[in-house]
């Protein structure tokens, strides 16, 4: 684990230090809270383990602080300290410590914590990774594709710049499952979205947007680039059947493709009504891609909404 220590006593501080190192961890060691709070903020840190007495800010306002920051990634806190009352515990605790190990501190005992850390960070990370993604693809899910899109469509607007937005949708996909059970039906979501994750470049950005629906972001592209991903996609699914425990299945999708104003202001909702009505034309033929026209230099006025 990556370890930051906060502790102002020079002897205390390098003698933690060497025992964590022994034990296998990579440990960053600073004097005081705030060199400690601008290191974490560097946001490599998982594990703080903080002397509770320092001048100026103590381990009890550096747990607030921690606490205070939005960062995905959980950090456990441990506190130092020489106090040994029931009160420390409950004070430390309501501050936002996660663990508190008296002074002078036993090797054993401090080993014994970290692996009660580590157990818990694990977990943190199974859950932060279970709400970010789709169980059944391992792709982002809806929540984490969205927001993705407002941030580009915001950077977008910064820069002057503009993004595509391609909706792409299974074809027949109903069939498929009454043909061939829900199971196969599964397993061809899970293999077309595969495909479609290795048919994008390193920057694009894919995500789980319905039942068998996923929306892509093309950052940064021309008209043109944006076209051969979505062309790629379709390319990459039809390519070759499926192999499913109920039989090999032939799979196509169909999708539609929005490309924001250059340096606009276009919302979410909008992009993905433009797509989504390019991918309504898209499905009159199946196995195609469509281009959501532009009227004037924008996205067009209805019926797109
Ligand atoms: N196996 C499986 N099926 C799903 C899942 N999510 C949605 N579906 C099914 O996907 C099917 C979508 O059917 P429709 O919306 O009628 O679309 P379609 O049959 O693909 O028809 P077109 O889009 O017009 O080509 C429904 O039968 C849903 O039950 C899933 O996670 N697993």
Redesign the pocket.
Known sequence: MKILIAEDDASSRLVLGATLRKLGHAVTAVADGRSALAAWQQGEHVLLISDWMMPDMDGLELCRMVRAAPRLQYTYIILLTARSGKGSYLEGMGAGADDLITKPFDAEHLAARLHVAQRILALHETLRFQAMHDH?TGLWNRGMIMGTLQEELARAARDGSCIGVILA???????I??TYG??S??T??QETARRMHHALRTYDRIGRY???EFLIIASGGERSDVHSVAERIRDRVAETPVQTAAGAIIVTV?LGLAITRMGGRDDAVTVIAAADAALYCA?KE?NRVHVAEREGPGLPEPPWQ
Do not use: A, M, T
Not at 169 to 175: E, I, P, Q
């Open positions: 059944l949708d299974l074809d027949h996909f109903k069939r499952n009454d829900h199971l039906g599964d061809v979501l319905g039942g068998e169909s499905k199946r």
